[in-house]
């Protein structure tokens, strides 16, 4: 019999390291098998393992409960409730004969399998693995046979108790609707929680509404009743469909947290805030479907957020002692850039360092010394704040204050946590600036802003502010001009190649967002009028473990696009750092997002001659908001079918495609080019006030 | 009148494959050459195996004479059997790995190494019970060795001498003090130094340091440098074809920065893209990579694995009797080395011994350099510059070829002063003068 070894890494092993010691297991005749909370499956997929598990990608737990605890416990910790759930590293612990931890964080999951199987040795290093599998391998048969028959005896149990389980669901699942109820008492969450999803899945959402409402009679407390609806919830995600009462149970999870708050519990009533904010800001419900609550009702659907006390406390207003001095015009400004993703910054950072007019400094979080802690772990600034410990304030304090000396204004790109933490340092005369770009508006870091140290809320596009406001009415108050992202479109214009027009580009895809399904069903419409044309997609294709939401969308996706692809019709160029080498065999480009903010690539690509076709993006759509606020009104489509007649008609002859390239390049370089755009940036960062912006 | 009876606490002695094992073995096997009984006190191979190693070829040279004590001793917090560990262990290894070498110095000030101060003492007092030491001579680390010894003398007279090799109150890696003399520790090392009849350090940097310190026993203060062994050396190298496919090495004890390293693979990487000499040469890493459960699975264990496909690659330790085998299959070594100006190193000895290019990869000032200074065949210190280290390789991959046998003989004879016998004999022997 092969030794079994089973290796545990909450980290990512080094490949080249890991490949080292598999030829030793291999010399041993070991069959490894490798769980880890990284993505292994992707990344470590050429190793000779026996087999590999990502763990965390692989399970959506659909508990509540799991998830306070693990906001609140440690990196190890969290590893092992995760690995505790996965059956797959079940049945390999049941059957191992080495266990090996591959990092520190692994170790307590080592520790608390090995408590559960005595057999096998259970050790913390690779090279400790295999020293373990060496004594194995020259152990007695005796002292294997001994093993083995402990790891069945255990699997057994195991079986059995996998079956009774099984059997009481089962028996649970007979009895839907009311009959549900008096279950309450005595089942747990895992047997009724599914009924209530399937039903609202077949379409029964009032009769599973109903049978909600029957089990909340049951449940007094706020914490049952949040673990009940966050339940429901969790179990969509898990199956990545829609979750009907998603909103009750968000406001459920924020009352029981204002009642921890309320009691002085600040570290449990944190986990219930960042578990409110799990449920209510999730990507499975708003980024990785076409569809989105929050995009329905802004204004309803964040609601219990501003309600809640503990979303008071995180936002309240800190003040500060002297507010930001008017701009002296004539005075060169220091202006301070920080962000942990530059992307869009470039070319406004490149304006800036070039004028004369100011001076440039350019961070990151990993360069804000004690402050980086909390830029990179939110939670523990969120626990702080609500602990009222000071801490957070310390560490912002001792990383922020010598930038914010220097600066006269700070321009926070995207609001995400990095914001929040400047927040927590009063900023003197430093003007404080924020750039929200689309995403954010899906967070919940919009709502903790204290807006008395805030000067300016800078948005990318009308829709995305309007979204934000309907979230939070009085960022209204402060100065909250629209800015459309500044790139330098002129680096674009490259001669086409002659049969360009037959080509439609999609720059980025990978997003559910960007919808790419409607861009082939559009481009297969097209092709019945000509064959000539095909579809070119360029960037990264869906990768990682990607939620279920996106594994369905990314399997239907890579179905129609290998028949279409089959068919000459699709092209994919994968990563480019310079989209305009692909961009010069495409004549026309192609948007079809669920959302977007102020989409760079369509603007890149027009410059380089494409002819826009955008769809009306259908989270903004219906009050002349998005995208047909932006653009000109020929640009915009609704339908596939209208976006394979705009792009067939445009592409008629050549000199037809030539003359509307020739005018939509005219078109973004007289709005959008940096040339004109950057003007405004000048005077966000150093001149006048933005309410005069002609935005 | 019996033979005088040195008890020598030596952790680290053979089988233990530590770096200052060889110089543990030649210092016992001096004493024994010169007429004394010599009692060793180490930790057990079983220790070994989680620490540093254990290389038994190690045993065939020390005399047959000396007695071996082991002692029970381990690091707890480089056991790597998790069904061992309490919970608390098991959930924070690193958090409980911290706390346990700070309880450690409870009894004496010395991370992971003071709890063993008492064991160690009744060890020793057991061994002084069944024959009487005549001298106590203590190689640090670990540090708390001192205690031991201090204790022997209070108690029973036993005379005693430090063997600091680089000294406790200097740390030779950042080149600073490493502690205060109002310390915890400060008031100890005045205490012992004060107590000892003698204090070996390995070079005169580190002398010059403890001379400032303590002005007052500057006589008590020796060098005695690290040395080659005569059977790590290889024969001297035979003609070889000038077209052959060069084979660059690195041996010992793998504790450098991953970012040292990675300059170092950077170098080489640009050494090879321009030199044709280098075009398909190999580099190979022999050594120890981490103790514990980083064994083989360090930072620099994974740089060095990535660089394959630069013709690199890692090896595990090798034992003492084949190094003359393994040096005589190299073309040229790479010295990479932390430290500076406090810092010269065994295996710059033993490098040299070998006669071939060494391409040095460590701070431009450092002690090593005292040393290699008229090595014929050196290519001269650069620090970590990227491109100064791949000038250096090229240089050595034109020496490596080029040599004459001239050259080659008057590299090693450059070596020959720093044999660790002829090294060792005058040090003991005036040691022994000084207990009388």
């Known amino acids: ?695 | 009148m019996g033979k005088p009876h040195l008890i020598y606490l030596a952790i680290g002695f053979p089988p233990a494959a530590k770096s200052s094992t060889y110089r543990l073995r030649e210092t016992a096997n001096t004493f024994c050459r010169l007429g004394w009984d010599v009692t060793t006190v180490n930790l057990s191979e079983d220790a070994w195996r989680l620490d540093s190693g254990v290389d038994l070829s190690l045993l065939e040279r020390v005399d047959p004479r000396i007695s071996r004590v082991e002692l029970p001793l381990i690091r707890k917090d480089l056991v790597t059997d998790i069904r061992t560990y309490s919970k608390t262990r098991a959930m924070d290894p690193v958090s409980w790995s911290k706390q346990y070498a700070k309880a450690s110095m409870k009894a004496f000030p010395e991370p992971h190494f003071g709890r063993w101060k008492n064991t160690i003492i009744k060890a020793v007092e057991t061994i002084h019970a069944e024959h009487p030491a005549d001298l106590i001579l203590v190689s640090c680390v670990p540090y708390v060795l001192q205690a031991v010894a201090h204790h022997m003398h209070i108690e029973h007279r036993v005379p005693y001498a430090i063997d600091y090799r680089d000294g406790w109150s200097i740390d030779v890696i950042r080149g600073r003090e490493a502690f205060p003399p109002d310390s915890r520790q400060g008031r100890l090392e005045s205490l012992y130094v004060a107590e000892a009849i003698s204090m070996w350090v390995v070079n005169e940097p580190i002398a010059e340091h403890f001379r400032r310190r303590y002005p007052q026993h500057a006589g008590k203060i020796h060098v005695v440098r690290n040395g080659f062994d005569r059977d790590s050396q290889p024969p001297e190298p035979a003609a070889k074809d000038p077209n052959r496919q060069l084979v660059f090495g690195y041996l010992g004890t793998v504790n450098f920065p991953d970012d040292d390293l990675a300059k170092v693979l950077a170098a080489w990487r640009s050494a090879r893209s321009r030199h044709p000499r280098l075009a398909d040469a190999r580099l190979e890493f022999r050594g120890h990579f981490g103790v514990g459960s980083r064994r083989g699975a360090t930072g620099t264990a994974a740089l060095l694995l990535e660089a394959a496909h630069d013709g690199v690659s890692m090896g595990g330790a090798v034992a003492k009797g084949d190094l003359a085998d393994l040096y005589a299959r190299w073309d040229a070594l790479l010295f990479i080395l932390i430290g500076g100006r406090y810092m010269t190193s065994g295996k710059v000895y033993e490098y040299m011994s070998t006669g071939l290019p060494i391409v040095s990869a460590h701070a431009v000032v450092h002690d090593a350099n005292a040393v290699l200074t008229g090595y014929p065949l050196w290519t001269g210190a650069r620090g970590f510059d990227e491109e100064a280290l791949a000038e250096a390789l090229c240089m050595a991959a034109d020496m490596a070829v080029t040599a004459s046998p001239e050259e080659y003989r008057a590299a090693r004879a450059h070596a020959e002063p720093y044999e660790r016998r002829s090294l060792l004999e005058p040090a003991v022997g005036r040691l022994i003068g000084q207990r009388s």
């Open chain 1, 1 to 695: 019999m092969r030794p079994q070894v089973l290796m545990i890494a909450a980290a990512s092993p080094s490949e080249a390291v890991l490949e080292r010691f598999l030829r030793r297991f291999t010399e041993l005749q070991a069959d490894v098998w490798l769980a880890s909370m990284k993505d292994v499956e992707r990344t470590h997929a050429e190793l000779d393992l026996a087999g590999l598990r990502s763990v965390r990608s692989r399970l959506i737990p659909t508990s509540p409960e799991f998830y306070r605890l693990a906001d609140r416990v440690t990196p190890a910790e969290v590893a092992w409730q995760y690995i505790s759930r996965d059956p797959w590293v079940q049945d390999r612990s049941d059957c191992a004969d080495v266990l090996v931890a591959a990092d520190a964080n692994a170790v307590y999951s080592v520790w608390e399998l090995a408590r559960r199987n005595p057999h096998p040795a259970a050790v913390f290093g690779l090279e400790a693995g295999v020293a373990a599998t060496e004594r194995i391998v020259s152990g007695g048969s005796a002292a294997e046979l001994r093993r083995r028959l402990g790891n069945v005896a255990r699997v057994q149990r195991r079986r059995a108790r996998k079956a009774l389980r099984a059997a009481a669901e089962a028996g649970a699942a007979t009895r839907v609707g009311e009959a549900l109820a008096p279950l309450a008492k005595s089942h747990s969450g895992s047997v009724l929680v599914p009924r209530i999803t399937r039903l609202e899945e077949i379409g029964r959402a009032d009769r599973a509404a109903a049978v909600t409402a029957g089990l909340l009679t049951q449940r007094r407390t706020r914490r049952s009743r949040a673990n009940l609806l966050g339940a429901v919830a969790l179990r969509h995600l898990a199956d990545g469909t829609a979750a009907p009462q998603l909103r009750e149970a968000v406001e459920a999870e924020l009352a029981y947290a204002d009642e921890l708050y309320a009691r002085g519990n600040a570290p449990e009533a944190a986990a219930s805030f960042w578990q409110a904010t799990r449920l209510a800001f999730h990507r499975g419900f708003h980024l990785d479907t076409t569809q989105s609550p929050l995009a329905d009702d802004p204004t309803g659907f964040t609601e219990p957020f501003r309600r809640s006390a503990v979303v008071q406390a995180l936002r309240r207003s800190r003040g500060r002692l002297m507010p930001a001095p008017l701009p002296r015009p004539d005075a060169p400004k220091r202006v301070l850039l920080a962000t942990a993703n530059p992307h869009f910054l470039t070319d406004i950072g490149t304006r800036l360092e070039n004028s004369d007019n100011f001076e440039v400094r350019s961070v990151t979080p990993a360069d804000l010394g004690s402050t980086t802690r909390l830029a990179r772990n939110p939670r523990m600034m969120i626990h702080s704040l609500m602990a009222g410990d000071g801490k957070a304030e310390r560490y912002a304090e001792q990383g922020l204050r010598p930038h914010l000396d220097w600066a006269d204004v700070v321009f926070v790109e995207w609001c995400t946590q990095l914001s929040k933490v400047f927040q927590l340092v009063d900023p003197g005369a430093t003007r404080m600036i924020v750039r929200l770009h689309s995403y954010e508006a899906f967070t919940a870091w919009p709502l903790l802003l204290d807006t008395s140290r805030l000067d300016r809320l800078v948005f990318v596009s009308d829709h995305i502010r309007d979204l934000v406001l309907k979230q939070r009415p009085e960022l209204a108050e402060l100065e909250t001009p629209v800015l459309v992202n500044g790139v330098d479109l002129r680096r674009l214009a490259r001669p086409k190649s002659p049969d360009a027009r037959f080509t439609v580009a999609m720059v980025g895809y990978k997003a559910v967002a960007k919808d790419v399904m409607w861009a082939l069903d559009a481009v297969r419409r097209l092709r019945t009028l000509d064959p000539r044309y095909k579809l070119l997609l360029i960037g990264s294709d869906f990768d990682g473990f990607p939620s279920p939401a996106v594994a369905r969308y990314r399997a239907e996706f890579q179905r129609e696009a290998a028949r279409l692809e089959s068919a000459g019709g699709l092209e994919r160029t994968g990563h480019l750092a310079d989209v305009g080498t692909a961009l010069v065999n495409a004549g026309t480009v192609l948007c079809s997002s669920v959302r977007e903010g102020s989409p760079v690539g369509l603007l890149e690509a027009t410059a380089s001659g494409c002819v826009p076709v955008v769809r009306d993006w259908p989270f903004f759509a219906g009050d002349g908001r998005g995208a047909r606020a932006m653009y000109p009104a020929d640009w915009i489509v609704e339908t596939p079918g209208e976006a394979a007649e705009r792009l067939y008609r445009v592409t008629a002859d050549p000199l037809t495609w030539q003359a509307e390239s020739q005018r939509c390049i005219a078109e973004v370089l007289q709005h959008w080019d940096l040339s004109v755009v950057g003007a405004n940036y000048d005077k966000l960062f150093g001149v006048s006030d933005t309410r005069s912006l002609p935005l």
